[in-house]
């Protein structure tokens, strides 16, 4: 049995006691207070539960820099994308160091579950056992980029599901976006997935050219194409909806998980997500990192917040972190986000610099925090910085990682 003790446990966002334990084995056995502070003077010791990004590429980690390069999501594509892309087709380890050092990241800022879409996604689940983070893997299944076809690209992701033995893995199909999969492509996909009962991760609406793809192209309205290919009728995971408005009723559904990345909308002029509007339907609103100059998902909880309550009073400065527990974690199916008895021990010990001025949420994302410890379903998979199971793999990929770097730059 172990058992961590903090200055505050939250249970959840909105609810924390003071001076309290945890102990777990793989599951969450109680919560009870204790008595004295936990941590040396100056600092504040938090326990709170994992974090989730429900939208991520991994395998793009290498060029997260090149989204602050001033260009539209089109025009990055075509400079960076495709060509480091069609680089990781021809060199598919990339993939897996790649993977390591986000993860790494990831769970540096609190993130204990992701869900990730991309190309040699073999080697990301590689990865992810090694470094023992939750996981929902798709490949982007689509009829242009890396693959000759889209039935290339939907038997790699199938190959995936025969692959994944993990209780902590999930595998969804990934029909990418419209612009890059046609409908009945799509629809062929999506009907595949409610066969073999999986969900489903795609990137919709995300610039306002898709809408203006389905209407020159095909004739669909975006109500259209949702009610054709039947992703009203799929557990799904809907990266970006910037210019979904129009079907904000619909999305609002259950079986749909809206996945926010403010910073990469932002950066690449994707417009502003109509967030209030969804919420304000109890639409399954969550944080995704998508590709951003880091993979800290605190600092996506923090433009989330300067982003949606710009001129609309004082914001709630634990709003993005319940996207980014309670919500996520549901709509992932891993769990219910929360500190609770019998949930997977899935948290995250945190040192926060000065005083919490009595809301310790905000505070660790607010202020000066620190991971210090990070369990799943009662592991310790990360301590002082580093991955406790893969540390050695980590420094491999620093080196490795460099050499194909290099070696990029020529394939360009």
Same mark, same amino acid.
């Given at each position: 049995?172990?058992?961590?003790? @903090?200055?505050? %446990?939250?249970?959840?966002?909105? $609810?924390?006691?003071?001076? /309290?334990?945890?102990? +777990? ?26 974090? /989730? ?9 290498? #060029?997260?820099? *090149?989204?602050?390069? @001033?260009?539209?999501?089109?025009? =990055? ?26 993860? &790494? ?7 204990? /579950? ?24 798709? *490949? ?48 062929? %996909?999506?009907?595949?997935? &409610? ?29 259209? +194409?949702?009610?054709? $290919?039947?992703?009203?009728? %799929?557990?799904?995971?809907? !990266? ?7 079907? !904000?009723?619909?999305?609002? !559904? ?18 502003? /997500? ?77 040192? $926060? ?12 994302? =607010?202020?000066?925090? #620190? ?13 002082? @910085? ?10 491999? !990929? ?15």
């Amino acid at each position: 049995m172990n058992e961590v003790c @903090g200055d505050y %446990v939250v249970i959840n966002p909105h $609810v924390w006691l003071s001076q /309290a334990c945890v102990r +777990f084995s793989n599951r969450i056995k109680d919560i009870y207070r204790v008595s004295g502070s936990s941590v040396e003077k100056g600092k504040v010791r938090v326990v709170t539960h994992g974090l /989730a990004t429900t939208h991520v590429h991994l395998g793009l980690y290498p #060029i997260r820099n *090149t989204i602050v390069s @001033g260009l539209s999501l089109d025009d =990055w594509v075509r400079k960076f994308v495709w060509s480091w892309e069609r680089f990781l087709r021809e060199y598919p380890e990339v993939s897996y160091y790649a993977s390591l050092l986000a993860v &790494r990241e990831l769970l540096s800022s609190g993130v204990t /579950a992701l869900a990730d879409m991309h190309f040699n996604e073999g080697m990301v689940y590689k990865a992810v056992l090694e470094s023992g983070v939750k996981a929902d893997l798709s *490949t982007p299944i689509m009829n242009h980029g890396v693959f000759e076809n889209y039935e290339e690209a939907l038997e790699e992701n199938l190959g995936l599901l025969k692959m994944v033995d993990d209780p902590k893995v999930k595998v969804r199909l990934g029909p990418c976006t419209p612009r890059l999969l046609d409908p009945n492509a799509f629809k062929e %996909v999506v009907e595949l997935a &409610r066969e073999l009962e999986l969900g489903v991760h795609t990137h919709l609406a995300e610039v306002f050219e898709d809408l203006v793809w389905l209407k020159n192209k095909y004739s669909m309205s975006l109500r259209d +194409f949702i009610k054709f $290919v039947g992703l009203d009728k %799929v557990n799904a995971i809907v !990266a970006h909806a910037v210019w979904a408005e129009e079907i !904000a009723d619909v999305l609002s !559904a259950n079986n749909f998980v809206i996945s926010h990345p403010p910073r990469s909308n932002i950066l690449l002029g994707d417009g502003r /997500a109509p967030i209030r509007n969804y919420l304000s339907r109890l639409s399954n609103v969550t944080i995704g990192i998508d590709v951003a100059p880091t993979y800290d998902i605190r600092e996506d909880l923090r433009a989330y917040t300067l982003l949606h309550y710009e001129g609309e009073g004082v914001p709630d400065l634990r709003e993005a972190f319940s996207l980014a527990t309670t919500t996520a974690y549901r709509g992932l199916g891993f769990g219910k986000g929360e500190l609770i008895e019998g949930e997977d021990a899935d948290l995250v010990v945190w040192s $926060v610099e000065g005083p919490v001025a009595g809301d310790p949420v905000a505070s660790v994302n =607010w202020g000066d925090s #620190i991971v210090e410890e990070v369990y799943v379903s009662g592991s310790l998979i990360f301590k002082g @910085g580093e991955l406790t199971r893969a540390r050695k793999s980590v420094e491999e !990929a620093y080196y490795v990682l460099k050499e194909y770097l290099n070696e990029f730059f020529k394939f360009r």
